[in-house]
C-alpha cells in the first residue's frame, strides 16, 4: 500500500499549480503560506521549509524581483521587449538566423520551427522556415547542428526596411513562442533613450552581479530576473542582451553559460572557447601617460597571518610586476627559486549573508612571475593596474607554501631627486627574541632560526642563533628562519 506522503504532490507540482492562477508579483510569504496549504509540512517550521523550496524554483518557474517578492517565470517573460538590427546580407535577402535572434528568449529545447510572429495589428506574419546541417568544430570535437532561418523578405519589403532600421521584438507567449516584430525606420530611434535604456539594463545585471554570493550568475536565472527588474519592460526595447554584455566592459558571458566579471580568471572552458573562436581574453595593458610612470606608488605590505610583520615599499608607475616581486622575496628573506604572484581585489557590494561593515573582495588574478622574471604578469607595469589610495592586492609567493600577503596602496606622490626605486622605505619595529639554548649557558643571543621538529606548540617555540642551529640540522631537524 502507498503511503499518503507519496501520493501527495511534491513541491515542484504544488508551486507550479500556485503560480498558474498567479496574475501579479507576490510576496515569498503569501506564497509559500499557499504551499503550505496546498501541501501540508511536518516540518518544525512549514513556512521557512517552503521558502527554501521557493528559492530552489528560481529561473525554473520563478524570479526574485527583490528579496520579499517573487513573479512567475511567465510573467517575468511577458511582454519583454529588444531590438536587433539586421546585417546587409540579411536584409538584402530577407532573412534572419532564429537562434541567434531569439537566444534564451525562448525556453531551452524549444523547437526554433514552430515559433510565432504577429505585426503590430495582431495578424500573423507569414513566413518561411528553412534548415541546413552543417558540421561545426566545436571544443569537444565536430558535430551536426541544424540551423533555422527565417525568411520574411515580403514583410521587409512592406515595410521598406532599411539598412540602419529595427526589428523590435516583443514576448507575448514564452511557452509557445508567440512574439510580436515591428519595424522601427532609422529616422524614428530615439537615440538618447535607446542609450539610457541599454543603460539602465547593463546596470541591473551588473548589480545582480555584485550582490551574488558568488562571482557569477546563471544565465538561465540572470535574463528573467534583469527584464522582472526593468522599469517599463514593455516600454522602448533596449538592445539584445547578447549586445549588451558583449558592449558592456564590467562583465562578459562565459563558455559555460554564465554571467560574469570581465576581468576575472578565465576558467579551463573559456580557454578552450578563445582557442576555437579565436577571441582572446581582453589585455591587461593600458595606456598611461609619462607622469604617471614617473609617480611613486607607496604600498604597506604585510604579512596575512603575522600582519604585525610588515615593509613599505615605494614603486614608480613605470616599473614592473617582475620588479614588484624581485623586491617583496628582497624585503621579506624568501627563498629565490619560487613563483610570485599577483591579484587586485576589487571591492563588491555587500549582499544579504555579508556582515555589516565588512568588505568583500573579488580577486582578479593578475597571472604570475618566475624567478628569472619571467611569467604572464611580469612585464604589467604598476600604473597599469589603475590603482587608487586604499586599494588592495593580493602577493603569494611560493604556491606549495602559500606565503600569502596583502598589499595596501598608501599614497601616490611624485618621484624624490635621485631616488632608486623601488625601494623598502620602512619597515616594523622588530622584536627580537634570544636563542633558548645560549639561555641556558647564561648568554644572551639573537634567534635567527626557529627548530620546527622540536616547536610542539607556540609556548614552547624552538628559537635558535647562527651558531646553535646547526647542532640541530646535523640531527636532520627542520629550522625555517625567523622573520622580524
Known amino acids: 500500500m502507498p503511503r499518503p506522503q507519496d501520493l501527495a504532490p511534491n513541491y515542484d507540482q504544488v508551486i507550479e499549480s500556485v503560480l498558474r492562477d498567479v496574475s501579479a508579483p507576490m510576496s515569498v510569504l503569501k506564497l509559500a503560506q499557499k504551499i503550505v496549504a496546498v501541501r501540508p509540512s511536518t516540518s518544525k517550521d512549514p513556512i521557512k521549509a ?11 518557474q520563478l524570479v526574485f524581483i527583490d528579496s520579499d517578492t ?3 517565470l511567465r510573467l517575468a517573460w511577458q511582454g519583454v521587449r529588444f531590438r536587433v538590427d539586421l546585417s546587409r546580407e ?76 529595427y526589428l523590435l521584438f516583443t514576448i507575448l507567449d514564452r511557452e509557445n513562442g508567440m512574439l510580436k516584430m515591428e519595424h522601427e525606420p532609422s529616422k524614428q530611434i530615439n537615440t538618447a ?8 539594463l547593463a546596470n541591473i545585471f551588473y548589480e545582480m552581479l555584485e550582490s551574488s554570493s558568488s562571482e557569477r550568475l546563471y544565465l538561465s536565472q540572470a535574463l528573467p530576473t534583469a527584464y522582472a ?22 562583465m562578459a558571458v562565459t563558455g559555460f553559460g554564465d554571467i560574469t566579471y570581465r576581468d576575472g580568471k578565465k576558467s579551463m572552458l573559456d580557454s578552450l572557447v578563445e582557442e576555437f573562436d579565436g577571441t582572446k581574453r581582453k589585455s591587461l595593458k593600458k595606456s598611461v601617460s609619462k607622469e604617471q610612470k614617473e609617480q611613486v606608488y607607496r604600498f604597506k605590505a604585510e604579512l596575512k597571518h603575522r600582519p604585525k610583520i610588515w615593509r613599505m615599499i615605494e614603486i614608480q ?38 556582515k555589516r561593515g565588512v568588505t568583500r573582495y ?34 603569494v609567493f611560493d604556491f606549495g607554501d602559500w606565503i ?81
Open 50 to 60: 517552503a521558502e527554501k523550496k521557493i528559492k530552489e524554483a528560481i529561473g525554473r
Open 193 to 200: 533613450l535607446l542609450e539610457s535604456r541599454n543603460q539602465l
Open 404 to 484: 600569502e600577503h596583502v598589499l595596501t596602496l598608501e599614497a601616490i606622490e611624485a618621484s624624490q631627486p635621485d631616488a632608486k626605486y623601488p625601494r623598502e622605505a620602512k619597515r616594523n619595529t622588530p622584536k627580537y627574541t634570544n636563542c633558548v639554548e645560549c639561555l641556558k649557558k647564561g648568554r644572551e643571543t639573537t634567534a635567527v632560526y626557529i627548530c620546527l621538529t622540536c616547536t610542539k606548540n607556540p609556548d614552547e617555540e624552538r628559537l635558535l642563533c647562527e651558531e646553535c642551529v646547526e647542532n640541530h640540522e646535523s640531527k636532520d631537524h627542520y629550522v625555517e628562519k625567523i622573520l622580524y
Open 317 to 354: 608607475g613605470k616599473d614592473m610586476l617582475k620588479d614588484f616581486n624581485r623586491i617583496l622575496v628582497d624585503v621579506f628573506d624568501h627563498d629565490f627559486d619560487h613563483l610570485g604572484g599577483f591579484w587586485k581585489l576589487v571591492p563588491r557590494a555587500p549582499h544579504g549573508g555579508a
Open 90 to 165: 540579411e536584409v538584402s535577402k530577407g532573412f534572419f538566423d532564429v537562434a541567434n535572434m531569439f537566444s534564451h528568449y525562448l525556453p531551452e529545447g524549444f523547437n526554433l520551427a514552430n515559433f510565432h510572429l504577429m505585426d503590430a495589428n495582431g495578424e500573423m506574419i507569414k513566413f518561411k522556415i528553412n534548415t541546413i546541417k552543417k558540421n561545426i568544430k566545436g571544443i569537444f570535437g565536430t558535430s551536426e547542428q541544424t540551423f533555422y532561418y527565417c525568411h520574411i523578405p515580403d514583410w521587409l519589403h512592406a515595410c521598406k526596411f532599411a539598412q540602419k532600421d
Open 362 to 395: 573579488r580577486e582578479v588574478d593578475l597571472g604570475s612571475v618566475d624567478p628569472f622574471g619571467g611569467g604572464e604578469a611580469a612585464d604589467v607595469t604598476i600604473a597599469e593596474l589603475e590603482l587608487g589610495v586604499g586599494s588592495k592586492m593580493k602577493y
Open 70 to 72: 517573487i513573479t512567475p
Open 229 to 250: 527588474r526593468l522599469p517599463q519592460k514593455d516600454g522602448y526595447p533596449p538592445y539584445h542582451w547578447v549586445i549588451i554584455m558583449s558592449s558592456d566592459e564590467r
